[in-house]
């Protein structure tokens, strides 16, 4: 089939590719770029696990034909973590309050927490849990990651982390 040339901006650099109009964004992600942290748990647009930020929104990138995403900026978990090479305040906060066990639902939830953030900065815990619903996780039991969310939100505010009473 036929190739389209496209281009995008992914973690700040630019980068370019020859597509089939059919080629998922998630696998010109993952399989062009080589960047292989964007995972894929489903074939139904529910597990979020290939969730990226895509002109300051939350897509899920299994649910976008790279043609679509021409000229677009990305970020994916692979961009996250500051310029001096130390975690982000949300990558940190996964490691600090165990927000992971696997691993492969984490680039997803942490771009999706990336965005909410940006959306609101100092969520309750009923807006983290509504705000992250399009994500799931196979092993956490979410409690944890709701927990670094809170770590992060409290970082990046410059306010004291107090974890809830249990
Ligand atoms: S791979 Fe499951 S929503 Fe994209
Ligand atoms: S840490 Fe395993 S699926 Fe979330």
């Known amino acids: 089939m036929a190739k389209t040339h496209v281009t995008m901006k992914v973690n700040g ?14 696998h010109f ?7 292989t942290g964007t995972h894929v748990g489903c074939e139904t647009t529910h597990c979020g696990a290939c969730t990226v930020d895509l002109d300051g929104m939350s897509v899920k990138s299994c649910t976008v034909f790279a043609v679509q995403a021409n000229g677009s900026e990305i970020i994916t978990v692979e961009g996250m973590a500051n310029p001096d090479g130390t975690l982000s305040a ?3 906060g ?4 165990h927000g992971l066990q ?6 997803g939830m942490i771009m999706r927490a990336h965005r909410l953030l ?16 399009g994500n799931l996780c196979r092993c956490t ?16 505010n410059n306010v004291e982390f107090k974890e809830a009473a249990e």
């Open 29 to 35: 992600i993952r399989e062009n770029l080589q960047l």
């Open 94 to 97: 996964f490691r600090m309050m």
């Open 141 to 156: 039991g979410y409690q944890n990651i709701v927990r670094a969310i809170q770590y992060a939100a409290a970082k990046l």
């Open 13 to 26: 650099a630019e980068v370019e590719g020859l597509v089939e109009p059919r080629t998922l964004l998630v």
């Open 90 to 92: 949300l990558q940190e």
């Open 102 to 107: 696997c691993g492969f639902c984490t680039p």
């Open 118 to 133: 940006q959306e609101n900065s100092s969520p309750t815990e009923q807006d983290i849990r509504m705000g992250m619903s």
